[in-house]
């Protein structure tokens, strides 16, 4: 599967990818990000009805990650 470049899943702290499924999952949805979100439709800077917690859009810091 390929992401639009509009998707902000990308950019976001949550993010991660499963290699093995093909499958892109985060914080809020474990078990798959939906396409909306994937698609760039919806920027996911709200909580949605469908989602396990309260987590949102963060913009990923390189610093906050990797900082010793």
Do not use: W
């Amino acid at each position: 599967m390929q992401l639009n470049p509009e998707c902000v899943c990308l950019r976001c702290g949550h993010f991660k990818q499963n290699d093995v499924k093909i499958k892109f999952t985060c914080k809020a949805y474990p078990k798959g990000i939906p396409a909306v979100i994937l698609d760039g439709e919806e920027k996911h800077s709200t909580r949605r009805k469908d989602q396990t917690n309260d987590v949102v859009f963060e913009e990923y810091s390189f610093a906050k990650h990797f900082n010793p």
